[in-house]
């Protein structure tokens, strides 16, 4: 499934794994939350929803960088739609 947390070092990762906690880095057992992504718009964003069982809601205040490996490799336009799959309230996170 595909699924993205927030790292403890601010860093959002994204992967497509069974649970949140294998996005994390070895050694850590907590993060800023998490939830999960799918592309959106023909390829041209990315919509983050939801939030993880073990770890809750993303907090993108923490968010310091992007790795983007998980998702292609190039940046892309990212936004998080906190009423899925209802686009209202939805905003962009930006970095």
């Known amino acids: ?13 994204f992967g497509d794994v069974k649970l949140h906690k294998n996005l994390l880095p070895w050694g850590d057992d907590a993060c800023f939350g998490g939830g999960m992504w799918k592309v959106g718009g023909g390829g041209s964003y ?3 929803f939801g939030s993880s069982y073990d770890f809750g809601a993303p907090d993108f205040r923490q968010v310091k960088l992007i790795d983007w490996t998980g998702v292609g490799g190039a940046p892309i336009r990212l936004r998080y739609l906190p ?6 309230g939805a905003f962009d996170v930006i970095v």
């Not at 499934?1 to 990762?13: A, C």
């Open 83 to 88: 009423n899925y799959p209802d686009s209202e």
């Open 46 to 48: 990315i919509d983050l």
């Open 1 to 13: 499934m595909q699924k993205f947390v927030i790292t403890l070092d601010g860093e959002l990762r």
